[in-house]
């Protein structure tokens, strides 16, 4: 693996790209040295950035016409004769539930702050501890619903909960790994105090949108629609948010992994080679070329979390990046060693802990006021704070993206970068071959025996 070609260390964010069709990225000279073959970046994905766009567009004139019917008065644009369904109106009025919601706010920015100021030794402690806790914090919360007569919901927890147990039994011999490679992450990101700062950026946007978002959800919830018509409405509203959320996670994971990338392959952050203002390249591309892609592969946001750093490196479109960072990783066997890895759920689980704070902070105040509002206001601010916790920690989870694609294509990037680590990185991806080759002889043992059976028995 260690012939794999990669990017060479002349070049800048803005050269990076796909070269020809056969796979080939880059090629190395025969004094050793890496040689880019580059391409200029073009527009990806146009046609996903309109419709990103159009709905931002529609979605802040529907939120703020939503927000302002109860604003100060009671169905200010007469909204309620376009529904079938009344119930009996308290008066409610948007100002009753906005407060709340900009308190869910606060606690998740201040959440996904406090994580990136610790960033650290800290930061892989807190990773630990959410492992744990987060199995306790949904029975907690199971409890609580049952406390407050909401069965169903009681149960959604309650069954959470057991999932969450059995997962982390069923991983606990691969968390020693994760950690690791969480730790060498968190150790990456550290070295890169700008791309801290941009996440920073990012979410200061992020809270200026759910200022007019929850605007709008204010005034649903206090809306004398029936409880199914609030869901519904609510459930299109949080559908949104995620995807806006989604696109603006992505664009960090982009401006990081190009950032990570650069480090790597340009030996340090100090070196003489790195190219001017890289963070300021990277930042450019993410939110111009490669925008179309993020938001089209932001709806399908699971299952491209090592499949984003292709955009970011090589400005393809999302379809051509799927496809070829999952052959690299085929051919190169690494994939046995991202399928080992629960980097992206321990991170996910600090992500719902986040989150579960926040709404539960939500939940208690409207619980104060309102008992039969406290699961709408805690779930969605439980998704306000997701989304917020969720633009830190997807710094550390482009890093670690960044760090296996860079493996993949050429192990020594690794190497000159912490050797001990590319040791243990390179002893287990060995392990893991040589389990996955055992298995597979015992299968192919298995099926011969059984067909071997069979033919006995015919005779």
Request: hydrophobic share 50%; proline share 2%.
């Amino acid at each position: 693996m260690s012939d794999s070609p990669a990017p060479s260390s002349n070049s800048d964010p803005g050269s990076i790209s796909a070269v020809d069709q056969t796979g080939g990225r880059s090629r190395r000279s025969t004094d050793g040295s890496q040689t880019l073959l580059s391409e200029s970046r073009h527009w990806r994905d146009v046609f996903w950035l309109g419709i990103f766009v159009i709905h931002l567009i529609g979605l802040g004139f529907l939120l703020s016409v939503l927000g302002l019917n109860r604003f100060k008065k009671t169905d200010r644009f007469n909204i309620s004769r376009y529904t079938n369904q009344k119930v009996e109106t308290k008066g409610e009025l948007t100002e009753d539930y906005w407060p709340i919601y900009a308190v869910a706010g606060g606690v998740g920015a201040l959440l996904g702050w406090m994580w990136l100021l610790l960033l650290g030794s800290p930061a892989n402690q807190m990773l630990k501890i959410s492992v744990h806790i987060l199995t306790t914090y949904l029975a907690v919360i199971s409890v609580l619903c049952f406390w407050c007569d909401q069965f169903f919901w009681g149960v959604a927890f309650a069954i959470a909960a057991a999932l969450q147990f059995l997962y982390v039994i069923s991983v606990i011999d691969r968390l020693s790994f994760t950690m690791l490679v969480l730790q060498k992450a968190v150790k990456m990101v550290w070295s890169l105090p700008e791309v801290k700062r941009v996440a920073y950026v990012f979410m200061a946007v992020m809270l200026l949108w759910m200022g007019i978002w929850s605007f709008g959800t204010a005034g649903v919830v206090a809306s004398d629609m029936d409880d199914g018509g609030r869901w519904w409405l609510l459930l299109v509203l949080s559908v949104s948010l995620f995807w806006t959320g989604a696109v603006l996670c992505n664009t960090v994971h982009v401006i990081v992994s190009g950032m990570v990338f650069l480090v790597l392959i340009h030996d340090g952050r100090d070196s003489v080679s790195m190219p001017h203002n890289p963070l300021v390249k990277s930042l450019r591309y993410a939110v111009t070329t490669s925008l179309g892609s993020i938001c089209y592969g932001s709806l399908f946001t699971a299952a491209i979390r090592t499949l984003r750093w292709e955009i970011a490196v090589y400005g393809k479109g999302f379809n051509r990046s799927a496809r070829d960072a999952w052959e690299l990783f085929q051919s190169t066997g690494v994939e046995a060693l991202v399928a080992y890895d629960c980097s992206g759920a321990v991170l996910l689980m600090g992500t719902i802990v986040g989150g579960l704070i926040t709404g539960t902070c939500a939940g208690a105040w409207t619980y104060t006021k309102w008992h039969d509002r406290v699961v709408m206001v805690g779930s969605t601010a439980m998704l306000m704070g997701m989304v917020l916790v969720g633009l830190a920690m997807v710094v550390v989870e482009s890093a670690v993206t960044s760090i296996y694609i860079c493996y993949a294509e050429d192990p020594l990037l690794i190497h000159r970068w912490d050797a001990e680590f590319f040791n243990q990185m390179s002893e287990t991806l060995h392990q893991r071959l040589q389990y996955r080759s055992a298995r597979a002889r015992e299968v192919l043992t298995n099926n011969r025996f059984d067909s071997h059976t069979q033919e006995s028995l015919s005779v």
